[in-house]
């Protein structure tokens, strides 16, 4: 009979969990969900329209930066720079898209040349984000998330 009061109680200790109250026990389930969470990648990347939600990440990111690349060449043919020496050369730009779409740039790679070439250079990147078509933010879990991406900008104005 004692062996049966001892059992009875180690059961009991050992059951606790059963008298959790829900929040309790969600809260556990969602810490468990959100440490099993990869932070620093996301799910789906910014998209502009004319880019395919439905094929695979790698893909996603490609159209991205095509389309922002192409973007940048656009505007940077139809500007007239002054050159006294050919560049070539690439600069790499760290961007952010925010949550809402909005894309700014975070940092730009200093290069010595191409600021004594071409200073207006940073000026006209930055600027020619205004008139870039509508970009959709990058998804986490189906939430609209901020991303960081660094692109290179090759400059070549060697004929």
Known sequence: MRKLGIFICCGLLSSCAWFESPEVQTQKIVAAELEGINWNDVDQYPLFLDCDESVPKVEQRACFERALLRHFSDILNDFEFELTNDVADTLYVDFLV??????????????????????????????????????????????????????????????
């Open 98 to 159: 925010d949550k809402t779409g909005t894309i700014t740039v975070l940092d730009m790679e200093e290069n010595a040349a191409i600021r004594n070439q071409i200073p207006e250079f940073n000026g006209v990147i930055i600027e020619s984000l205004k008139s870039l078509p509508k970009l959709e933010p990058a998804l986490k879990r189906g939430i609209p998330v901020s991303a960081k991406f660094r692109v290179p900008i090759i400059l070549n104005t060697k004929h």
